[in-house]
């Protein structure tokens, strides 16, 4: 069957709310794009509230799921599309017959953490996934061993169009950190900006407006980084090393970072792959243990024309690989579908 008459769906959830899912609904849009699909809400299921939040993933009682008496659901589609930030937000488990008239079932996994694995394994059970892939290299051999089955390893990426970095001379952020931080450079960085009129922007909270959709929270979020010039990220295992455990993850914070142009600082995860994606020299170490860190700025303030011009330069030659158009490029090719034609070039901006 010609590629232009398979008809893809995209399964999306439109309860899902915050920053987080903002990256996850630029991921869906570029799937609509790039093949033509159709989006499709995934179905909910009511529980009283006692009841529901036992039976929520994740909890002591998920388990109890596969004795909820199951509802009939119906899905259409040649090629479907299934991208989760995690395990905990598949519903489909509670229902049957939904994957009778689907042909094509592709599994996107953002995290695929050791704690998320009986989650995963009931996503798993709901259906045979022709498909099953995870953005996390340390995670696809331990996946593999316990689910016995292929996985293969998809990383982040971002849509280069919604991180476009502002010129220099609108850059109105001098320093910025969002999100994992690390409290003795967080508290360094509030004082050497506060002595020197320099603007720090950081995270200050984490609510949002209940209906504030995912892309306007995250639009707003890359605006920030996009006229920024130094931008702190860290390795997940230095700020929440008991999510992480035996992981030191390449997540979407850098592949954000890189794309706005930012200079950036901190330490680069030990996850393979890192330096061929972004470059030997894509990260300013900074040693959180070094006793004069205001003096260190204040140098990289001096050079930061300097600094930025690399990282720009670094953008020019190297972001068709962070897009999610080369992601599903990747899917595509694997699934052996007609491989959605690059525009990467273009996006580059």
């Known amino acids: ?186 508290k360094t960085m509030r004082e050497y900006c506060g002595r020197n009129g320099k603007y720090y922007d950081y995270t200050t909270t984490a609510l949002v407006q209940s209906d504030l959709d995912p892309r306007d929270h995250y639009g707003q979020y890359a605006w920030h980084l996009c006229h920024a010039i130094f931008n702190f990220c860290w390795p997940m295992e230095l700020t929440h090393p008991s999510r992480a455990k035996a992981h030191s993850p390449i997540t979407c914070r850098w592949f954000e970072a890189a794309a706005s142009g930012n200079v950036i600082l901190g330490q680069v995860p030990l996850e393979p792959g890192f330096a061929k994606l972004f470059g030997h020299d894509a990260v300013i170490e900074i040693d959180q243990a070094n006793g004069d860190l205001a003096g260190l700025f204040e140098s990289l303030w001096e050079k930061r024309e300097c600094y930025l011009q690399r990282a720009l330069v670094r953008r020019q030659e190297l972001c068709s690989n962070w897009s999610w158009e080369s992601r599903i490029g990747e899917i595509m090719e694997a699934t052996g579908l007609k491989p959605a034609k690059s525009e990467g070039q273009r996006a580059k901006g």
């Open 1 to 186: 069957m010609a590629q232009e008459q398979l008809r893809h769906v995209v399964l999306t959830n439109p309860s899902l709310r915050g920053l987080e899912y903002g990256m996850l609904r630029d991921f869906e849009d570029e799937i609509v794009r790039l093949t033509g699909a159709e989006r499709v809400l995934a179905p909910s299921r009511a529980f009283p509230g006692f009841i529901g939040g036992r039976l929520a993933h994740g909890t002591r009682y998920s388990g109890l799921r596969k004795w909820v008496p199951k509802e009939h659901h119906d899905l259409k589609a040649d090629v479907l599309w299934v991208v989760l930030m995690g395990p905990e937000s598949f519903n489909l488990d509670l229902y049957k017959g939904w994957d009778r008239h689907v042909g094509l079932k592709i599994l996107y996994l953002f995290d695929t953490y050791d704690a998320q694995l009986p989650s995963i394994r009931r996503v798993l059970d709901s259906t045979n996934w022709d498909f099953t892939s995870t953005a996390l290299y340390g995670s696809r051999f331990f996946l593999e061993e316990e689910t016995q089955r292929s996985w293969h390893l998809v990383r982040h990426a971002v849509n280069l169009n919604r991180f476009r970095p502002a010129p220099s001379d609108r850059r109105v952020i001098d320093f910025c950190a969002y999100g994992r931080r690390l409290e003795p450079i967080h």
